[in-house]
């Protein structure tokens, strides 16, 4: 009975396994090899996990995941837009934002007075003629909805650069026509240095023959404002050469993105023990900030904490150095505030103390973002503030607040902010905008 049975069934059961087995086959090379149909399917699982992934903003939580635009973040300010505070004062400066607007359904990319809020341009980001021609594929920014002109950068004409965030970088000209696209995994900060060349954060496929582990190896690049990589700078080599091994691979359990360099702040100007040529790089997963001189591939001085998994590095007059603190713990895929603010220091290579002057009008404002944000130390002592998480910006002094813009949840905005850039008067050329 049993051996009739068993002939009856064994060819199905054999078909069976013989079934399965070639879909695991066909699996497995789908997924290492992009046979068919790997180019119709990894688009739509990229999009996907982008969705429910949420852009690189805090973490939601699943149901936040299926209400909230993907560039959206829970609300945080009940109110939106611009903010005068202080009404004896008047902003003389420029910002360069760059924001998701629902009435174009995409990111955009304006110029505007602060004095009025006034938008002067407006650059409308080919992002689909991007994404075609840049390959870089990471699941969150380089998709259309989740798109980001990160940091961008003025340039001569009405010219902008930016990259995603982790994807190519780009150049449009005023007319927000692609002028050039440098295909490679850019990331972060974007400034300009003495020669007039652009320094920027990359992953480079590189490995270190003299690390035995896996390691996601990150450079700055210097790139010709017409679209060529000209140098670029291993950060981990840079560490190891000059003697901060143990840094880089000793301290507690070694992870493969143990860099997250967010800042290459190029030096301008002679002060103190820095020259001109310097870079100032902040290296956020060793909680680490150093000044580098290429010239010679030396660490002029380096410093770890008191901030923790910082973001933005300057260089100031007096010849001291602000540092934007997210001050957050990263507890494997939580994060947790150390404090309930974050804090800007001021830091003093040459007598190696540190200073906190804003900390008072920063606790009265709950300021406090955790994986993004910004600082700078403006002329007359004011400290311009991109709280990134919040959707909010800040102009404070030690004892008051100048203004506030929040980019909130309205009808034509989402509320992310991508890295919104601070101008003088003195450092922007409108001379080719026709108003």
Not at 92 to 100: D, E, T
Not at 404 to 415: M, R
Request: proline share 5%; with cysteine.
């Amino acid at each position: 009975m049993f051996s009739k049975i068993l002939k009856t069934y064994l060819p199905i059961i054999a078909a069976f396994y013989l079934v399965a087995a070639s879909f695991a086959i066909w699996g497995y090379a789908v997924s290492r090899y992009n046979v068919f149909p790997a180019s119709i399917i990894k688009p739509r699982i990229r999009e996907v996990v982008a969705f429910l992934k949420g852009g690189d903003e805090e973490r939601k939580n699943k149901l936040q995941r299926i209400q909230y635009h993907r560039q959206e973040i829970p609300r945080k300010f009940d109110i939106s837009g611009f903010h005068k505070i202080n009404q004896s004062f008047d902003d003389p400066g420029y910002l360069l934002a760059s924001y998701f607007k629902k009435e174009y359904g995409q990111t955009v990319i304006e110029l505007i007075r602060i004095q009025d809020f006034k938008v002067l341009y407006q650059w409308l980001v080919p992002i689909e003629e991007i994404l075609t021609l840049g390959k870089k594929t990471d699941l969150d920014t380089n998709s259309y909805e989740g798109y980001r002109a990160q940091h961008p950068l003025l340039l001569e004409e009405g010219s902008v650069v930016f990259s995603s965030g982790n994807g190519p970088l780009v150049r449009l000209d005023a007319q927000s026509k692609i002028e050039w696209i440098i295909d490679r995994s850019f990331h972060h900060s974007i400034e300009r240095d003495h020669n007039g060349n652009l320094l920027v954060p990359v992953f480079t496929p590189d490995s270190i023959e003299s690390i035995p582990v896996s390691l996601c190896n990150e450079s700055y690049a210097v790139v010709l404002p017409q679209g060529k990589i000209l140098q670029e700078y291993p950060v981990a080599k840079i560490l190891m050469d000059n003697g901060y091994e143990g840094l880089l691979l000793g301290v507690g359990k070694h992870e493969e993105e143990c860099l997250h360099l967010n800042d290459a702040q190029p030096i301008l100007q002679n002060l103190k023990e820095a020259k001109i040529g310097d870079v100032a790089l902040s290296i956020r997963h060793l909680s680490t900030v150093l000044l580098y001189r290429p010239e010679t591939n030396q660490v002029i001085w380096l410093k770890t904490g008191p901030w923790l998994n910082q973001h933005d590095i300057n260089l100031l007059e007096t010849g001291d150095y602000s540092v934007f603190g997210n001050d957050i713990i990263r507890n494997g895929d939580h994060l947790v505030p150390k404090n309930t603010i974050s804090e800007i220091y001021i830091y003093d290579p040459t007598t190696n103390t540190v200073k906190m002057p804003y900390h008072g009008m920063l606790k009265q404002l709950n300021m406090l973002t955790t994986t993004q944000g910004s600082s700078r130390i403006l002329p007359n002592g004011d400290v311009y503030i991109e709280e990134t998480n919040s959707q909010r910006i800040l102009r404070i002094s030690p004892e008051q607040v100048q203004w506030i813009f929040v980019n909130g949840i309205t009808e034509k905005t989402v509320g992310a902010l991508h890295w919104v850039r601070y101008y003088t008067p003195e450092e922007i050329d409108l001379s080719w905008l026709k108003e």
